[in-house]
Each structure stands twice: as structure tokens, then as C-alpha cells.
């Protein structure tokens, strides 16, 4: 398998709710707070209900959700956790029970996004909007419309730039900053996917930077630790163990190998990644204790009479690509060949644990009423 030189580019559990990678930023970010549970707040000015008779010009200005997603970048998933878990806001419902929103109401979307970019939890910001009443958002509409084109809110910083220069840093604090912020508008699952796992990707392809071995190291086994969260999110338990073994001489697990894990956690397996550094003997016990189905070997090259079976489980050998620094104009290129290559031995590799072990049945969701 050639390698390829390169540089760039919430879901939820069964039961609903999202795992939440640190207890300390549960109530900033998924976790529902006690106290809205108990005592859920309502707001005092008139809400939108499904018993609502609009205007024809209110209809007109009425917006879905994914077009309110684009307008203030928050995504589907989570305004409709800011609605039911902490009523923050409350659409109109349209029959068959789609939510429409207002310009109220997504002004009053921004201004969730301000409080809670400064630090403030949900329940503390229910409690502000409450005290706030309608008039702070309408006076804010209203001061805008005639100052200045709407804008709208965004984190200040990229998500990606803030976890790359964590990485080149070795700086924990900015690390664990842009997790807190992340968490707030993903589920662990998106950060991992779309943030942790690109942001070391474009890292593997950049040209040298000081400590840039021990900085890609460092990122790698901090993505690695997020990945074994979210492996072990409720419902996983009964699922068939697949097993990722990373034997890349002096290489930690790359983006490619963490692309594998998501791809196969999204295929409903329970995913487990084997540490680094152990021996044959410590690595066949590992796979036995977690009950392997399928094992997983990455590496750059094939042995000539690989080994089909091992502490019980099925073993597959995936060789996927090397992203390496290069200079110049054509490192996007160089990536894009990376990615296509990538995800074309993914799909492969998926292909065969499937028919190995075929695909397991979702867990059963607890339905919500939206």
C-alpha cells in the first residue's frame, strides 16, 4: 500500500441523551440539570403553541428548523434539546408537528448562543431570559433592523484552529477550552468525528513544527481516550466486541485508524481500541478478556500468511494509508488522494466485519415526543 503525502479538510445514545465526555462540563453542555427537571421554567410573554392562529404575514415569516440552522449555526439536535430539556425556546407546531420559528425566537436563539459562549450554564440562562422578558429581544431586533444587517452569532474562534494549536502547544488547558465550547453546540460523537479526528489529520499533514512527534502523540492518545467514552455509551454493552490494533511501528493511532473506529461505532458495533506499545501475548489476552468477535490489525503492509483467527475472534488486516507532511500547492490534493484512499479501505474493512459478524440491530430509542 503506497503511501500518501498530504494536509486538510450527536448523535445520541439509544435512550436520547448524549455521553458526555467530563463530568465537570455535564451541565454546560448534555447532561439535564436537576433543577429545570424539577421546577421546568415558563416563560411569562406570550409563547407560540400549536394552538396558535397566525397571521398570514406572521406565517410568512415562520422559518424550519434546519433554515434557523443555517441562519445561526446551531444544528437541529441541539435547539431541539435547548426547546424540550430546558425551554428555552418554543416554536410554533405546524399539524403534522413540525416546529416553525419566529424572528423572535431566533433572536432569542442568539442570545443563547452569546450567554452561553461567555461561560453561562443552560439553567442559569433560562433563569436571565426569564428576567429579561420579550422586550429585550424585540428592543435588540428592532435596534438592529435599523443599524446594522443581522448578524449572526459564532464561536470566535474555529474549533479545529483551537485544537491544532492545542496540539502544537501541548497545551491541555486550550485543549480542554475548546471541548467545553464544542459540547455546547455537538454531541461528543460530531466532535470526535468532525473535530478531534480532522483536526489530527491536518496535523499528520503539515510540515514540521517543534515537538510536532511528541505534539501529534499527544493528540492522538487524548482522541484515543474521547473514542473509548463514546465507545462505551449506554447500549453498547450487548453489542458485538470488535477490536482495533494499531501496529504501526512508533506510530500512536492515526487519523485514519480513529476514521475506522467511528465508522465501525456508527455501524452499531461496540468498539474497543487496544492500547499501543504491548506485546502479542498481552494484546491475544486483551482481545480474549473483552470477548473480541472481530480483530482489527492496522498496518502499512499485508503479512504474506496473515493469521485468520486469534483469542477467539475473527481477524482482519486493514492497511491504510500514511498521511505525510508536504510543502507546496499541492498538499490539498495530496490530501484529497488521503481521504479517497482512506475511506475506500474503511469501506472495505467494514464490508467484512459485517459479513463476518453480520450488522447489529440498533438498540431500541426510547421515543420523545417532539
Known amino acids: 500500500m503506497p503511501r500518501v503525502n498530504a494536509a486538510r479538510s450527536g448523535r445520541r445514545t439509544p435512550s436520547g441523551c448524549a455521553v458526555s ?40 415569516a415562520l422559518l424550519p428548523i434546519r433554515s434557523v440552522s443555517q441562519i445561526t449555526g446551531v444544528n437541529p439536535i441541539t435547539l431541539r434539546a435547548w426547546e424540550r430539556r430546558y425551554d428555552l425556546i418554543r416554536p410554533t407546531r ?39 422578558g420579550p422586550d429585550a429581544n424585540e428592543d435588540a431586533g428592532d435596534e438592529t433592523s435599523t443599524t446594522a444587517p443581522p448578524t449572526t452569532v459564532a464561536p470566535p474562534r474555529s474549533l479545529l484552529d483551537r485544537v491544532m494549536r492545542a496540539a502544537i502547544d501541548l497545551d491541555p488547558s486550550e485543549l480542554r477550552a475548546a471541548e467545553v ?51 462505551d455509551a449506554p447500549g453498547r454493552a450487548t453489542a458485538p466486541v470488535v477490536v482495533i490494533d494499531n501496529l504501526v511501528p ?8 480513529l476514521r475506522l473506529f467511528t465508522a465501525l461505532h456508527d455501524d452499531q458495533f461496540h468498539v474497543r481500541l487496544l492500547p499501543t506499545g504491548l506485546n502479542e501475548t498481552q494484546r491475544t489476552q486483551m482481545a480474549r478478556r473483552w470477548g473480541a468477535r472481530a480483530w482489527i490489525r492496522l498496518d502499512t503492509t499485508r503479512p504474506e500468511n496473515p493469521t485468520t483467527s486469534a483469542a477467539g475472534a475473527r481477524v482482519f488486516w486493514c492497511e491504510l ?10 498538499a490539498v490534493d495530496f490530501m484529497q488522494r488521503w481521504r479517497e484512499l482512506v475511506e475506500r479501505d474503511i469501506q472495505h474493512c467494514r464490508e467484512q466485519v459485517a459479513e463476518a459478524l453480520g450488522r447489529p440491530e440498533p438498540a431500541p430509542v426510547r421515543l420523545t415526543r417532539h
Not at 462540563?25 to 397566525?54: F, K, M
Not at 424572528?103 to 440562562?125: C, H, K, P, V, W
Not at 494509508?321 to 499541492?330: F, N, R, T, Y
Request: glycine share 6%.
Open 21 to 60: 465526555f467530563d463530568a465537570s462540563v455535564v451541565e454546560g453542555c448534555y447532561n439535564i440539570d436537576a433543577q429545570v427537571i424539577q421546577h421546568p421554567l415558563r416563560r411569562r410573554w406570550p409563547v407560540s403553541t400549536t394552538e396558535s392562529n397566525p397571521t398570514e404575514t406572521e406565517s410568512q
Open 94 to 132: 405546524t399539524p403534522a408537528g413540525h416546529r416553525l420559528y419566529s424572528q423572535a425566537d431566533i433572536r432569542t436563539i442568539q442570545r443563547i448562543q452569546e450567554l452561553a459562549e461567555s461561560g453561562m450554564g443552560f439553567a442559569q440562562i433560562a433563569l436571565l431570559l426569564e428576567q429579561e
Open 181 to 231: 465550547t464544542a459540547l455546547m453546540w455537538l454531541t461528543p460523537e460530531d466532535y470526535l468525528r468532525e473535530v478531534l479526528i480532522e483536526a489530527l489529520a491536518q496535523l499528520e499533514a503539515r510540515t514540521a513544527w517543534p515537538d510536532r512527534d511528541l505534539g501529534l502523540v499527544w493528540l492522538a492518545e487524548y482522541i484515543k481516550g474521547r473514542a473509548e467514552w463514546v465507545a
Open 250 to 257: 512508533g506510530r500512536p493511532f492515526s487519523a485514519g485508524g
Open 321 to 330: 494509508p500514511l498521511l505525510e507532511p508536504e510543502d507546496g500547492d499541492q
